[in-house]
């Protein structure tokens, strides 16, 4: 990683997951080592340029690994480093905070006027 980084632990992580597909292919590789065209159908709707530019700054980050195998047709393999996985205690709080909310915000859009009342 050639950039400095900031100053703020918070800010710091924010800058290594802030991208929406970058939490999405580790939510992934959280499951095991995935080959390219697994993540491209897993996280969904990301181009082959952006999934590859993606899997190359989480690489350099040091977040995964990248295993290209001398095969025809090629095959390459990404992995989560450990400290890529050591992430997944943020990515759980997030896919729980994600759970509670729209449960709540489903009793809010039903209009419950006693919702967030102590």
Same mark, same amino acid.
Do not use: H
């Given at each position: ?49 952006? =999934?590859?530019?993606? +899997?190359?700054? @989480?690489? !350099?980050? #040091? ?6 195998? %001398? ?15 050591? =992430?997944?205690?943020? +990515?759980?709080? @997030?896919? !729980?905070? #994600? ?6 915000? %489903? ?12």
């Amino acid at each position: 990683m050639n950039k400095e980084l900031p100053a703020c632990p918070v800010e710091t992580t924010l800058t290594l997951i802030t991208d929406r597909w970058k939490v999405l292919i580790m939510r992934d590789l959280l499951e095991g080592t995935r080959r390219f065209g697994q993540l491209k159908k897993s996280v969904g709707q990301i181009s082959q340029k952006v =999934l590859t530019s993606n +899997l190359r700054a @989480m690489e !350099e980050s #040091g977040l995964l690994t990248r295993k290209v195998y %001398a095969e025809v047709p090629p095959r390459v393999e990404y992995t989560l480093t450990e400290l890529g996985y050591s =992430l997944k205690p943020i +990515l759980d709080s @997030m896919a !729980e905070w #994600g759970v509670e909310y729209k449960e709540k915000f %489903a009793i809010l859009k039903n209009g419950d006027d006693n919702y967030g009342e102590v």
